[in-house]
């Protein structure tokens, strides 16, 4: 059968998938920001939007968490460790490359050591995804040789049928089928129904070509990297706002006596990220710091997992207070390889 | 060279508490703090992993975390010796504990020095100032076993007398007769009654000449000290290969996922931090 989700049953669907005990959790737009938020009903949700501000790793992978809070004795230290709640969720409406981005990182935080804070989200975590029928000047997917269909990471696939009625639903996982079948009783079998054609998305730059460009350990001391970073202003939003970027560290709140040890979103645009006690810093300019974080998605990261550390959602050069992005850069990388 | 094991514990994250049950000054500035572990499990799982060259993050709850060696050799593994310079505030605090005091550790991560690689073989051990600590490991680890390997020679300097760290073992490697021990501190660094060489690692190393056949060197000590050293071990004979050493940088999870401690596409954190002079050329140099 094919499976039809009629959007005027979007509520009763939140109503079953709570009663199954999931979380359900969708983009959601307050002043003027859309981020994933838990939801109650379908008209919280923000299915508008080409794409949210915030990414979807923020539920994965929070901006700040606790891990540890500690209690230091005369003669012990009592530890009381903090993992990520126990919930199935839903996540309904994310979009494609944002979902490809979880599955981008898995290898990362899975690579010997397995990150449990990562792991034990992403396995209770059923992924709904919205195919794009609409795109903006900045979405890249397929430049990443990604589409606006993509199904990697995704659990269900919805592509939007035309005059906004629902969806038609491709379940990809046995983890999406799980969810599916709480709500199997509502759905429709209208064969007219018929899908609205997906974004198209222009190629905005040669992936092969700039990856064999980096991939060349001359161009490392490139003056090009100077020039293209001039203008980069180490504010960290590209970091912040790309779901693929998973760099962190570990403050401790409180005191020598009792607190929190916390992770936190770090990012490779700041100095201090890689700075030594001695003061020496291996990464002392700004163009060494945004050459890493080029060299990190398109050589390295591709070196090690096979994948490339970006699912071109755009949002850094979206974002950017200084109109630099990630498309920008492999823009000039694609015209001085030729 | 990286050991693929999958750790199944819950929480890599979560460190190991472990008392401190000694306490050395070393040099002005330099401690040495002896560890031991307060979990049987915890302990159990170090003397499973680790071997010489791998290194831990050190803590203290409420300041943080510092990367340095683990001191001691794989050949004794009840304790776990780390030395250190004071000096940011993990370092401080750690400086200011006292012999009872509990302290955090994680790991043993990181590769390791392939020591079984090196029986039969003569050694050349190499270090700067407070670059003993990793170097020390590598000597216990082989001088506990000394008959698997043939002629042993320690090339040490530091800026002045004060600063040369693990005095007691010096004098203990000195007395020894299967030991080459070649001392030498900075000129000026000489104190009035030094019987030892006084000039800079490189020129000492070239002086002493040891010879590259059926040799293994292990070089660790500030970037310049290496970078040096590379060109008198060249000078020798001695091929890239057969020199080993020891990296540093920033860490912060010691598992290859906070992104910080990459040289061009290698993590010293999981791929290092032991590599060849080989590997080491292969590696941008200068920003990286």
Redesign the interface.
């Given at each position: 059968m094919t499976k039809i989700l009629l959007r005027d049953k979007l509520d009763d669907c939140i109503a079953r998938w709570h009663a199954a005990g999931y979380d359900v959790i969708g983009p959601q737009k307050n002043n003027n920001i859309a981020r994933f938020a838990p939801v109650t009903k379908a008209s919280e949700l923000d299915l508008e939007s080409i794409l949210p501000e915030r990414t979807v790793k923020d539920l994965f992978f929070p901006q700040t968490e606790p891990m540890l809070r500690y209690q230091i004795g005369k003669q012990k230290i009592d530890t009381e460790e903090y993992l990520p709640p126990r919930r199935k969720r839903v996540v309904f409406g994310s979009r494609p490359c944002d979902a490809s981005a979880m599955a981008i990182d898995d290898p990362l935080f899975g690579w010997d050591y397995k990150d449990a804070y990562w792991f034990q989200r992403r396995d209770e975590t059923v992924m709904i995804t919205i195919a794009c029928t609409a795109a903006d000047d900045f979405c890249m997917c397929t430049s990443l040789k990604l589409s606006p269909d993509s199904p990697l990471g995704s659990d269900v696939m919805l592509r939007p049928l035309t005059g906004g009625v629902g969806w038609h639903a491709e379940l990809l996982s046995e983890r999406g089928r799980e969810a599916f079948e709480r709500i199997e009783a509502l759905f429709d079998d209208d064969a007219n129904a018929q899908p609205e054609p997906i974004a198209d998305v222009p190629v905005k730059f040669d992936l092969d070509a700039c990856r064999e460009w980096l991939a060349n350990p001359e161009n490392f001391e490139s003056h090009f990297w100077k020039e293209i970073s001039m203008r980069c202003i180490g504010c960290g939003t590209c970091t912040f706002l790309c779901p693929t970027c998973h760099c962190f560290d570990f403050q401790d709140e409180g005191d020598t006596y009792s607190g929190m040890r916390r992770k936190n979103w770090d990012s490779c645009s700041f100095a201090l990220f890689t700075m030594h006690t001695s003061g020496h810093n291996p990464r002392s300019t700004q163009s060494a710091r945004w050459r890493q974080r080029i060299m990190h998605k398109f050589n390295y990261f591709p070196g090690k997992f096979n994948l490339n550390s970006c699912s071109g959602c755009g949002r850094c050069s979206r974002q950017c207070p200084v109109d630099m992005g990630i498309t920008e850069t492999l823009q000039e990388i694609t015209k001085v390889a030729k | 060279m990286t050991e693929?094991?999958?750790?199944?514990q819950?929480?890599?994250?979560?460190p190991a508490?472990m008392k401190i049950v000694d306490k050395r000054d070393e040099a002005p500035g330099v401690k040495t703090l002896r560890l031991e572990f307060q979990n049987q499990e915890d302990h159990d799982q170090f003397k499973q992993r680790y071997r010489t060259g791998m290194f831990g993050l050190y803590g203290?709850?409420?300041?943080?975390?510092?990367t340095f060696c683990v001191a001691s050799p794989e050949t004794r593994k009840e304790y776990i010796e780390c030395t250190f310079r004071q000096?940011?505030r993990v370092?401080s605090?750690l400086a200011d504990s006292e012999i009872?005091d509990?302290v955090?550790y994680r790991g043993p991560y990181g590769n390791r020095f392939p020591i079984e690689e090196f029986y039969g073989k003569n050694l050349l051990f190499i270090a700067g100032g407070i670059a003993l600590p990793p170097t020390r490991s590598v000597i216990w680890s082989c001088l506990d076993q000394r008959e698997k390997f043939s002629k042993v020679t320690i090339v040490y300097g530091a800026r002045t007398v004060a600063d040369l760290v693990y005095k007691h073992e010096l004098e203990e490697w000195q007395n020894r007769s299967d030991i080459d021990l070649v001392l030498t501190v900075d000129p000026g660094g000489e104190s009035p009654d030094w019987q030892h060489r006084v000039g800079f690692v490189p020129s000492v190393l070239e002086a002493a000449a040891p010879s590259p056949d059926n040799c293994v060197a292990v070089l660790c000590g500030p970037p310049i000290m290496i970078k040096f050293t590379l060109i008198s071990l060249q000078k020798l004979g001695f091929k890239e290969e057969n020199v080993y050493t020891t990296l540093e940088?920033?860490m912060?999870?010691g598992?290859?996922?906070?992104?910080?401690?990459?040289?061009?596409?290698i993590y010293i954190c999981?791929e290092g931090p032991v590599f060849t002079a080989a590997e080491v050329s292969k590696m941008?140099q200068?920003?990286?």
């Open positions: - | 693929n094991t999958h750790i199944g819950q929480n890599i994250y979560k508490i203290i709850f409420g300041e943080g975390e510092s000096s940011g370092t605090s009872g509990l955090t940088n920033r912060k999870c598992v290859g996922k906070c992104g910080r401690c990459n040289v061009g596409s999981k941008p200068g920003e990286m």
